[in-house]
């Protein structure tokens, strides 16, 4: 392997974990954060939400898991 593609791949594999990096903080901030919790609404709006949370936040988990998982060919550890 030449040089420049050893700076290359090096390049991507950085910037690959930066990205990997980003996308990991932002769903572990919304799934911290408040999300969509409803301050003194109504019954409806309030059960229209928790529906919603049960709906998206096991999709987030599943694909921060996914992309995780596919992340270990390049991102060993």
Same mark, same amino acid.
């Given at each position: 392997? @030449?040089?420049?593609? #050893?700076?290359?791949? +090096?390049? =991507?594999? @950085? ?17 911290? @954060?408040? =999300? ?8 409806? #709006? @309030? #059960?229209?939400?928790?529906?919603? #949370? ?11 898991h996914?992309m995780?998982? +596919? ?7």
């Amino acid at each position: 392997m @030449s040089i420049i593609n #050893r700076d290359i791949r +090096a390049t =991507w594999l @950085s910037d690959y974990k930066g990205l990997m990096d980003q996308a990991y903080d932002a769903v572990v901030k919304l799934l911290t @954060s408040d =999300w969509m919790m409803g301050d003194e609404i109504g019954d409806r #709006r @309030s #059960r229209e939400l928790t529906r919603i #949370r049960h709906i998206y936040v096991p999709e987030l988990i599943l694909r921060l898991h996914v992309m995780l998982y +596919a992340s270990r060919e390049h991102v060993p550890g």
